[in-house]
């Protein structure tokens, strides 16, 4: 099925005084492409750490295909791919290839399908000059793509993309979105989370705003 629901989530951050998600519901379905914009400090990050089950909603719920995500895990991270605003904060491998390669090392795929997936997805992003390069010492656009690399790699059935246009030039971000457009055609359901005014015009199928924790259509 590929959908994902959060129904009237709340969360907050041990110490916090308010709130960082206050009642949100959102729907994700197979063969869609959302946006949620907001400001700065909205929560949009922490709304996509929950739909990926990295955190636990306080009230509310996530539900994959209709059962509660919670109970699913940790299965249910093969089918949902997550990038972060700050690409650093996923990296921990000494080169761009080990990078992209842990995910399907992880599925115990054999070295010879690793290397050839990890080149079919680098190619795709422009990015096979950078495979032997730590990730930490590259640029910030550089930094976005092999994030995403990592997650495309492994072909997950839902999407959740933190800023995945940052600091990417007009070009790169065009290859982007025609990846992601592509997949969606394929059946993904994909959320990102952006400000870019570049996204406005390209097939978004739904765009959301998100502000002081609160979901706005």
Do not use: C
Not at 144 to 169: F, G, N, R
Not at 179 to 186: A, E, N, P, Y
């Amino acid at each position: 099925m590929n959908e994902l629901l959060l129904k009237d989530v709340w969360f907050s951050y041990p110490g916090s005084n308010a709130p960082v998600l206050r009642g949100v519901t959102l729907e994700l379905r197979r063969s869609e492409l959302i946006l949620v914009r907001g400001p700065n400090g909205s929560g949009k990050s922490t709304l996509l750490l929950v739909a990926a089950g990295l955190l636990k909603p306080e009230q509310g719920e996530v539900l994959l295909d209709g059962v509660p995500l919670q109970s699913q895990l940790p299965a249910a991270r093969r089918r949902i791919g997550i990038t972060f605003q700050n690409p650093d904060d996923q990296f921990f491998n000494a080169t761009v290839y080990d990078e992209i390669a842990f995910a399907l090392r992880q599925l115990k795929l054999g070295e010879n399908a690793v290397r050839e997936r990890v080149a079919e997805v680098a190619e795709t992003l422009h990015i096979e000059n950078l495979l032997e390069r730590p990730p930490f010492r590259l640029s910030g656009g550089e930094k976005v793509k092999v994030a995403l690399a990592s997650v495309l790699v492994y072909d997950p059935d839902i999407l959740l993309l933190d800023e995945p246009t940052a600091y990417l030039t007009s070009e790169a971000k065009e290859t982007v979105l025609r990846i992601l457009t592509d997949l969606r055609d394929r059946g993904r359901a994909i959320a990102i989370t952006a400000n870019d005014p570049y996204l406005m015009g390209y097939s978004i199928d739904k765009v959301y705003t998100l502000i002081d924790g609160r979901l706005q259509t």
